[in-house]
């Protein structure tokens, strides 16, 4: 089988060559200290606010994916923060983002979920917006009395396309700096060619918990071969190598190897082929996307706050990595996506709830992450810089085991 991700061909072997390392001294990446976390973090109600607040309105989010939005006119509405955003690709094939509020009087404009339009008709009054938000109608202008049409556009909000993913700060006129955001990791994220792909399903997962108790499940293999024992046995028990990258080192990726990459040890690396396939690779891009490449697949996990400090709402879509995948790829990809959501939802998000229960009882006054466990710390790490909140240590680097 041939490599499929050529233009990420020298770090994937990298990854490869430092997972075979780990997995010969039977060790993985570490942190230098175990981090501790408050409960409070997940319990506080002050908190929570401000991080819907600086999260989800003053940081770049990734609010819909290229694969979403193909062609002119195509649309998706995206409510998770609280702000009914509606993301659209106009005729010049450029992604735009608009806050989906009529400028009459505030009603949304559509409460469909996706789908293709020239443009977007109001149904209380049927005031018309253009792909570009312009308002291009305005039914007995001659009565409604003097506007200006040119200012009364939909509310625009920064929005940019990189690397297959649309992203936006859902705070008009805000600036969004992709190039510093995504700094030190844009050349792998363009490598993987996410604007290729096709949308294959989309699911919920639900549980009662705070959104960053879910987050931390993504975070770490540690618990694979016993919470995950009849599924992922395959996979080496906790060893996994770790990368972060943005100018404040609030994204990272981690690799995990499946047993079958032993199998390389002592092949020439000429020789290796499609080595992506002996192991897994996990992007998280603050602070709230889970991306899972495989050479066939993308799994994509988005995790936002419910309404009380209590609920977290979690949207799990998947990916053919193929722009037109066949029958029999999309049946595979199907199958996984099946065995992705059991996974989660009946074991993950089972525990997650568990846990949260025994958080609010008050009778834990903190979680613990291990040193084994490095990106859970430089999540937290930077989702308390992220809200202003200085940690008495900081772990920043990787110690070479």
């Not at 789908?115 to 039914?139: E, V």
């Not at 499940?217 to 990368?243: M, T």
């Not at 029999?328 to 099946?338: H, M, S, Y």
Request: proline residues 4%; glycine residues 6%.
């Amino acid at each position: 089988m041939m490599m499929k991700d050529i233009e990420n061909r020298e770090a994937i072997n990298d990854m490869a060559r430092e997972l075979l390392r780990l997995m010969a001294a039977g060790t993985t990446h570490m942190v230098d200290d175990v981090r501790r976390v408050p409960a409070g973090d997940y319990l506080d109600e002050e908190r929570f606010r401000t991080e819907r607040t600086k999260l989800f309105r003053e940081t770049p989010l990734v609010v819909a994916f290229t694969a979403e939005l193909r062609e002119p006119g195509s649309f998706k509405l995206h409510e998770e923060t609280g702000v009914s955003v509606l993301v659209v690709r106009n005729e010049q094939g450029q992604a735009k983002a608009f806050v989906n509020a009529c400028r009459h009087r505030g009603a949304k404009l559509t409460e469909e979920p996706c789908g293709k339009q020239k443009r977007f008709t109001c149904p209380y009054h049927a005031w018309s917006f253009d792909l570009n938000g312009a308002l291009a109608s305005l039914p007995a202008n001659n009565l409604f009395g003097d506007v200006d049409k040119a200012t009364l556009g939909l509310v625009e909000l920064p929005c940019e396309e990189r690397h297959g993913m649309i992203f936006a700060v859902l705070t008009p006129g805000a600036v969004m700096d992709l190039d510093s955001f995504l700094s030190g990791g844009e050349d792998l994220l363009r490598g993987w060619h996410l604007e290729r792909n096709t949308l294959v399903g989309r699911r919920d997962l639900e549980t009662r918990a705070n959104w960053k108790l879910a987050l931390d499940s993504y975070c770490e293999n540690y618990h694979f071969h016993v919470l995950h024992s009849a599924d992922f046995s395959y996979k080496v028990k906790n060893c996994a190598h770790h990368v972060r990258f943005g100018d404040k080192g609030q994204h990272w990726y981690l690799a995990w190897p499946s047993k079958s990459l032993e199998e390389l040890r002592n092949v020439p690396e000429s020789e290796w082929q499609d080595v992506h396939s002996h192991f897994s690779i996990l992007h998280f891009i603050y602070p709230n996307t889970i991306m899972a490449l495989y050479p066939e697949t993308l799994s994509v996990k988005q995790l936002y706050p419910g309404a009380s400090v209590a609920e977290q709402n979690t949207k799990m879509a998947f990916f053919s990595r193929e722009a037109d995948p066949s029958e029999e790829v999309k049946q595979l990809i199907q199958n996984r996506f099946d065995v992705f959501y059991k996974v989660l939802q009946q074991e993950d998000y089972w525990v997650c709830g568990g846990a949260y229960k025994n958080l609010e009882s008050g009778m834990l006054p903190e979680i613990l992450f291990g040193r084994n466990e490095p990106a859970l710390t430089w999540l937290h790490d930077a989702l308390d810089e992220g809200v202003g909140v200085k940690p008495a240590e900081k772990v920043r680097e990787i110690i070479a085991a």
